[in-house]
T-cell receptor, first 110, second 114 residues
Framework: DAKTTQPPSMDCAEGRAANLPCNHS???????VYWYRQIHSQGPQYIIH???NNETNEMASLIITEDRKSSTLILPHATLRDTAVYYC???????????FGAGTTVTVRA | SAVISQKPSRDICQRGTSLTIQCQVD?????MFWYRQQPGQSLTLIAT?????????ESGFVIDKFPISRPNLTFSTLTVSNMSPEDSSIYLC???????????FGPGTRLTVT
């Protein structure tokens, strides 16, 4: 799996968009970018994944740069319930094991 | 989707004893995994629980310490054997299906060893 790099922490104002960066400069052609989050005292929760196109679902949007070396997870209207640790993981789709890095601790403030 | 439950949710155990954690999925899944999350740390994969055969352990984890069973497509157990205070962690079960991208996680079992 390609190594990913995320900022250790970031703050966000409630109701504003939260943009979470992830660097994966050594990602290979068959590796997807996955995002999970872990709210305090809960198990991780899948958010979204993408290969090269931008993706959007009911939780978030994923923007992947054209060279695929970095991506941004966007939470369009952050709420207090979005306070969590967010993990960016790069792996191939047929490798089902997840390697969690340190992630980004996102704190949404009222 | 899949909903995963774990038992117990938390326990306090004495050193030298063993604890078995149960993981139940509400529907059939292909793959099940066990992770450990030490205090203030990220998740580390312990092993892949294989149905009807021995689990596949990651580097640093051994069967004698963490025996795993998976008798069917919806259930797995992890035993933490001969516990020491260093085993105090949250243990999480996860599951997924072949060909899908999403992995589902249980709520975790918080283990404290005294």
């Amino acid at each position: 799996d390609a190594k990913t790099t995320q900022p250790p922490s970031m703050d966000c104002a409630e109701g504003r968009a939260a943009n979470l960066p992830c660097n994966h400069s050594t990602i290979s052609g068959n590796e997807y970018v996955y995002w999970y989050r872990q709210i305090h005292s809960q198990g991780p929760q899948y958010i979204i994944h993408g290969l090269k196109n931008n993706e959007t679902n009911e939780m978030a949007s994923l923007i992947i740069t054209e060279d695929r070396k970095s991506s941004t997870l966007i939470l369009p209207h952050a709420t207090l319930r979005d306070t969590a640790v967010y993990y960016c993981i790069a792996k191939s789709s047929n490798d089902y094991k997840l390697s969690f890095g340190a992630g980004t601790t996102v704190t949404v403030r009222a | 989707s899949a909903v995963i439950s774990q038992k117990p949710s938390r326990d306090i155990c004495q050193r030298g004893t063993s604890l078995t954690i149960q993981c139940q999925v509400d529907s059939q899944v292909t793959m099940m995994f066990w992770y450990r999350q030490q205090p203030g740390q990220s998740l580390t994969l312990i092993a892949t629980a294989n149905q009807g055969s021995e689990a596949t352990y990651e580097s640093g984890f051994v069967i004698d310490k963490f025996p795993i069973s998976r008798p069917n497509l919806t259930f797995s157990t992890l035993t933490v054997s001969n516990m020491s205070p260093e085993d105090s962690s949250i243990y999480l079960c996860s599951a997924t299906r072949t060909g899908t991208h999403e992995q589902y996680f249980g709520p975790g079992t918080r283990l404290t060893v005294t």
